[in-house]
């Protein structure tokens, strides 16, 4: 079973990334699990509705970052018990620290996991451009993880060239994906065979 955990900014653009790859995953005919927690129902107009093959649940957890590692602890024994799964998806909170969560689950007895690199999705339309305006708890969040994913086809070329900037700054290590629809760039299905199932 692989965890693959996607934090950013809270908002439609992180929930329907993660349900749009258990949907892409579920396509190439893996059992996925997608754990929703910042789930904005004020905001259906953009949402993406998933596949009937993929599993989700909406998770509700205290705000305070340590009590959520062991609510998903416990999410994650709960879905194990119902069925076997080859991905669980956890939309982290924007808030959340994916180092110390990916480490805490690593500690989890009895279950056979690996993990996906941690995974950044940028609110392109909203995530200012100057990085001092950008909040430290995102900021964190996106010197942890190890690849930032952006939608190219959601914002215009000055702005996603300002991000990437940013991206130089606050997490050199870090691959940056761009995605969009189309032949002149990847697909978020290129992103998840590449990334998710080979690990290029």
Excluded at 108 to 127: A, E, G, Q
Excluded at 137 to 147: A, D, G, H, M, P
Excluded at 159 to 183: C, D, N, V, W, Y
Aim: hydrophobic letters at 45%.
């Amino acid at each position: 079973m692989q965890i693959i955990m996607a934090g950013g900014f809270a908002g439609t653009e992180k929930e329907k990334t993660v349900v749009l790859i258990g949907n892409i995953l579920n396509s190439m005919g893996k059992k996925v699990a997608v754990l929703i927690t910042e789930h904005l129902e004020n905001e259906k107009e953009n949402s993406v509705v998933a596949d009937s093959g993929v599993f989700v649940r909406k998770m509700i957890s205290s705000c305070v970052p340590c009590s959520f590692l062991f609510d998903l602890m416990a999410e994650i024994e709960d879905i194990n018990e119902q069925d076997t799964f080859d991905h669980i998806i956890v939309e982290l909170p924007f808030n959340s620290m994916p180092g110390e969560i990916r480490e805490g689950l690593g500690n989890m007895k009895n279950m056979d996991m690996s993990f996906s690199p941690i995974i950044h999705i940028f609110d392109v339309i909203n995530l200012e451009s100057d990085i001092d305006l950008i909040p430290r708890v995102v900021s964190n969040q996106i010197r942890e993880s190890e690849i930032l994913l952006m939608d190219a086809d959601a914002a215009a070329p000055e702005k996603l060239a300002a991000l990437r900037e940013i991206i130089g700054t606050m997490s050199p290590q870090a691959r940056i994906f761009e995605h969009k629809i189309g032949s002149k760039g990847h697909e978020l299905s290129d992103f998840v065979d590449m990334v998710i199932l080979k690990g290029i």
